[in-house]
């Protein structure tokens, strides 16, 4: 499904999510100056403001590249912007150019326009589960999503009877 956007700013954002197992608030958190282009990493402003760091894969760099020519490559303020200037006088988070960043509202809206039965935060829960059954041990899960405890954790391990299950013949294996 994901391969089926086309929109810069959409398929960046929704690539961005599932590749960094965000949730939407932190990827529309996220300012231009948090990204290190040199070590493909974003600082991310986690839920409590528990402050972690991202690391995307080259497509999503090429994605994020793209997107950002589309707005004339800015150096700096929110990374995902509405597509039109906001109205005067805002307080919200603008550009230079007056564009104000994209809200959970505005993202779940364009979510549901490529995904109609599909809730947002279902893609986080997808990135975090399909890397539960690629061999992604709880530690490494929760760098990743930035949860601080495996009980919260839990709903992504435990659906997760394909990747338990090899887990369990991998012991099996090493006992012998």
């Known amino acids: 499904m994901l391969r089926q956007i086309t929109d810069p700013r959409d398929r960046a954002l929704f690539w961005l999510i599932y590749d960094g197992g965000l949730r939407c608030q932190e990827a529309l958190a996220i300012d231009i100056e948090d990204i290190s282009w040199p070590d493909r990493s974003i ?14 894969s080259r497509a999503v760099g090429t994605l994020l590249d793209k997107y950002l020519l ?12 509405t597509q039109r200037k906001a ?14 960043r994209l809200s959970y ?4 809206t364009l979510w549901k326009k490529y995904t109609p039965d599909w809730d947002l935060h279902q893609l986080r ?3 975090i589960s399909v890397r539960a059954v690629h061999d992604y041990t709880e530690v490494d899960l929760m760098r990743f999503s930035g949860h601080t405890s495996l009980r919260s954790l839990e709903r992504y391990i435990a659906d997760n009877r394909e990747a338990a299950k090899r887990k369990a013949r991998d012991w099996e294996r090493r006992q012998r």
């Open 125 to 127: 829960h997808t990135a």
């Open 105 to 108: 509202r505005q993202a779940d």
């Open 87 to 100: 109205r005067l006088p805002r307080r919200a988070d603008l550009t230079p150019e007056g564009y104000a």
């Open 43 to 56: 600082a991310i402003h986690g839920k409590g403001d528990r402050p972690r760091e991202m690391f995307f």
């Open 70 to 81: 589309t707005r004339g490559q800015p150096r700096s303020g929110p990374l995902f912007v």
